[in-house]
């Protein structure tokens, strides 16, 4: 009796003992599933978080490619037309950058970066071009100046005219060609001794033109239509 008793309780640690191990077995298998299904990454949220950030990044380059594309609009783009900035007048001296032409005010020899249209007091001084007043001021040597910039680097000056400006003729305005920006005076004091004119230069890209070049003045009398 004693021996089966002692194989019964042998035979009891022992199934104890087995089905400790197939519990810890079980709940060792059940902690490493749900560690592996937490730290497996969901492909249909790195497939759509891929997917956003390659639409973005292709928006990026859209975005960036049309700014490249988009011309600046602060530039005046165009072709330049250009009108007489007198509807008559007689050239009294001409254009001459390179050689040094007399000055009967001053006296002396010196380089004429414009061209002289003289015409009574009054007469109306125009825009030469489409454009927008640059500035509007009293210049100490050159008189009333008023300055406009063009199309393609271009740039009118309109000097020795009457203090009187048109109204609305201003810094900053759009004028056309044609339209009223002043009228002839003799407000330059380093040419205070010829007839009253226009006193008129043209810049491409701040380097001095003639302007004869680019338009004609149709003369008031021929006869006094020459270069002083």
Same mark, same amino acid.
């Given at each position: 009796m004693n021996q089966n008793q002692k194989k019964l309780q042998m035979n009891r640690a022992l199934s104890i003992a087995l089905?400790?191990?197939?519990?810890?077995?079980?709940?060792?298998?059940?902690?490493?599933?749900?560690?592996a299904k937490r730290n497996k990454p969901d492909s249909a949220n790195t497939t759509s978080s891929s997917k956003s950030s390659e639409s973005t990044s292709k928006s990026s380059v859209s975005s960036s490619s049309s700014?490249?594309?988009?011309?600046?609009?602060?530039?005046?783009?165009?072709? &330049?037309?250009?009108?007489?900035p007198m509807t008559a007048g007689n050239i009294i001296k001409e254009w001459s950058a390179d050689i040094p032409v007399f000055s009967?005010?001053?006296?002396?020899?010196?380089?004429?970066?414009?061209?002289d249209i003289s015409a009574e007091p009054g007469t109306p001084v125009y825009a030469v071009a489409d454009g927008k007043v640059e500035s509007v001021e009293f210049h100490p040597m050159m008189g009333q100046t008023v300055v406009i910039t063009h199309a393609n680097g271009y740039k009118s000056v309109y000097q020795n005219m009457q203090t009187a400006t048109p109204s609305g003729i201003q810094a900053g305005?759009? &004028?056309k060609a044609?339209?009223?920006?002043?009228?002839?005076?003799?407000?330059?004091?380093?040419?205070?001794?010829?007839d009253p004119h226009l006193h008129f230069e043209l810049y491409k890209d701040d380097v001095c033109e003639n302007p004869l070049a680019h338009f004609t003045v149709t003369p008031i009398d021929p006869a006094t239509n020459y270069e002083d």
């Amino acid at each position: 009796m004693n021996q089966n008793q002692k194989k019964l309780q042998m035979n009891r640690a022992l199934s104890i003992a087995l089905s400790l191990l197939v519990v810890v077995a079980v709940c060792v298998t059940v902690i490493a599933v749900g560690t592996a299904k937490r730290n497996k990454p969901d492909s249909a949220n790195t497939t759509s978080s891929s997917k956003s950030s390659e639409s973005t990044s292709k928006s990026s380059v859209s975005s960036s490619s049309s700014e490249q594309e988009q011309p600046n609009t602060s530039v005046i783009a165009g072709k &330049v037309t250009f009108v007489s900035p007198m509807t008559a007048g007689n050239i009294i001296k001409e254009w001459s950058a390179d050689i040094p032409v007399f000055s009967t005010t001053m006296e002396d020899y010196r380089l004429h970066l414009g061209v002289d249209i003289s015409a009574e007091p009054g007469t109306p001084v125009y825009a030469v071009a489409d454009g927008k007043v640059e500035s509007v001021e009293f210049h100490p040597m050159m008189g009333q100046t008023v300055v406009i910039t063009h199309a393609n680097g271009y740039k009118s000056v309109y000097q020795n005219m009457q203090t009187a400006t048109p109204s609305g003729i201003q810094a900053g305005v759009e &004028v056309k060609a044609g339209d009223a920006i002043g009228a002839v005076g003799d407000t330059a004091l380093v040419e205070i001794s010829e007839d009253p004119h226009l006193h008129f230069e043209l810049y491409k890209d701040d380097v001095c033109e003639n302007p004869l070049a680019h338009f004609t003045v149709t003369p008031i009398d021929p006869a006094t239509n020459y270069e002083d």
